[in-house]
């Protein structure tokens, strides 16, 4: 199992460089509660764009 070299294609790059995974959390209000999400994001390491990963982001 190799977790470095982890490679997709970059829409801002164009082309396939390696990505960084990074934790994130975000905090969302639903009912006055708040309630903390920790996703895993994926960003570029060459040009630091973040890519949507599970979430619905129509870009
Ligand atoms: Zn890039």
Same mark, same amino acid.
């Given at each position: 199992?190799?977790?470095?070299?982890?490679?997709?294609? !970059? %829409?801002?790059?164009?082309?396939?460089?390696?990505? *960084? *995974?990074?934790?994130?959390? %975000?905090?969302?209000? /639903? $009912?006055?509660?708040?309630? /903390?999400? @920790?996703?895993?994001?994926? &960003? !570029? @390491?060459? !040009? +630091? &764009? $973040?890519? +949507?990963? +599970?979430?619905? +982001?129509?870009?």
């Amino acid at each position: 199992m190799t977790e470095k070299g982890r490679r997709d294609f !970059c %829409i801002e790059c164009r082309k396939e460089t390696e990505y *960084l *995974l990074q934790k994130k959390d %975000i905090v969302k209000n /639903i $009912r006055d509660m708040e309630y /903390i999400f @920790a996703i895993t994001v994926a &960003v !570029c @390491a060459e !040009c +630091g &764009v $973040r890519r +949507g990963n +599970g979430h619905s +982001g129509s870009y």
